[in-house]
């Protein structure tokens, strides 16, 4: 008989969400119903939310303390993906790491200091970024914002 096979973690070492997941294990996700599969077929798993309004359901686990989302695996501040990352909430698709649009969240920045871990520097999310040490050379800043609001 042979065991199931343990999940490989696709790490990108330009992305350091991929080392983090703080942010996953520290806020409250919820959104409107319609953005489960309870209103969409591509949307959340239904069976992955509880509701917590009339009109708003929250990732279960997220409501926790302390929180962990259900569809977060891995081990923060390690290695973590989130196992339903294409049909992830709005509040999820919508938070934006530290200067990943070239601005730092102060969200992202207090999650990761929950776990232990630094807050992020424009130089992480260059491709050459080896996912250890921050470099010292920021990448040219992208005019892009979005922010989190994941209670
Ligand atoms: S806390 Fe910031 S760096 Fe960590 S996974 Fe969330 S967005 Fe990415
Ligand atoms: S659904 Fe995915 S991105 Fe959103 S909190 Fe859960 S693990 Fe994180």
């Not at 409501?63 to 294409?86: M, N, Q, Y």
């Not at 969240?105 to 999650?111: E, G, K, S, V, Y």
Request: hydrophobic share 30%; proline share 15%; glycine share 6%.
């Amino acid at each position: 008989m042979s065991a199931d096979p343990i999940p490989v973690i696709p790490l990108h070492p330009a992305n350091p969400c991929m080392t983090c997941g703080a942010c996953c294990a520290f806020f409250r996700v919820s959104f409107h119903w319609a953005e489960s599969t309870a209103g969409r077929p591509d949307g959340v798993p239904e069976e992955m939310t509880s509701q917590v309004t009339p009109h708003r359901v929250a990732m279960l686990g997220t409501l926790s303390k302390p929180p962990r989302c259900i569809a977060l695996h891995g081990t923060v501040g390690e290695a973590v993906f989130c196992s339903i990352h294409p049909a992830r909430s709005s509040p999820c698709r919508d938070f934006a790491a530290s200067w990943e649009n070239g601005e730092p969240n102060p969200d992202c920045d207090r999650a990761r200091a929950a776990f232990g871990l630094p807050p992020l520097e424009p130089g992480w999310w260059q491709p050459e970024h080896d996912g250890d040490e921050p470099p010292h050379e920021p990448r040219p800043i992208r005019p892009r914002r979005r922010r989190k609001r994941a209670a």
